[in-house]
């Protein structure tokens, strides 16, 4: 069984269709990587995973159940954005931990788990800074500790290195792979950046204008583009 599911998404608003009825399907534990240009439709198609947009048509499913109408905080997905969102007054452990106060989730339990994320991300000496005392890479890793605390069914990542310079990117790059590998999560994860999207992906989908491209494997895409759009923002000759 498919541990995410799209069936016919499609997203609306007024007369002005922006997602075309998306089908994807994501085995447990997979890591996709959903690319194309600005404005094709990544972002309202995670927000609508995540139950941040309605849906003007179709389905969402999480380990089989529709979540259609589950509020955000109900569907069990984490999801980490390109501008972090840290509270500013709250120190890196606090920011980590407070989704798990939402949820009253033991004292001890959140302890645990903190500390936990802290080693994974190797941010313990940070745990009681405020954000602003931090860089953009390690504002994001806590972002990423948040995400991790809940140990959702379902990460969803969008552009989350895309303000960060290059040098930091492809640091970053390294270790969600091997966040991915620690602790292996169902992801879906927006880019518009192919090297990111080659490199991190079990599966690439290509959108464009709404609709998806194609799907497949990195190598794949890359050797046998289905169109020449795909050719040419994968990079491939063809
Ligand atoms: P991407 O993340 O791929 O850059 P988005 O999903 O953000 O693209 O946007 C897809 C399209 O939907 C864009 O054309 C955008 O202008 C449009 N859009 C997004 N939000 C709204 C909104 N609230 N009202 C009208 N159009 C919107
Ligand atoms: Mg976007």
Redesign the pocket.
Known sequence: MAQLSLRGVTKS?GP?T??HGIDLELADHEFLVLV??????????LRMIAGLEDISAGEVRIGGRVVNDLAPGDRNIAMVFQNDALYPHMSVAENIAFGLKQRRTPRAEIARRVAEAARILEIEPLLKRKPRALSGGQRQRVAMGRAIVRQPDVFLF?EPLSNLDAKLRVQMRTEIKLLHQTIPTTTVY?THDQTEAMTLADRVVV?NK?LIEQVGPPQELYHTPASRFVAGFIGSPG
Do not use: A, E
């Open positions: 608003y002005l922006v997602v194309g240009p600005s404005g094709c439709g990544k972002s309202t198609t969008d927006v959108m709404g």
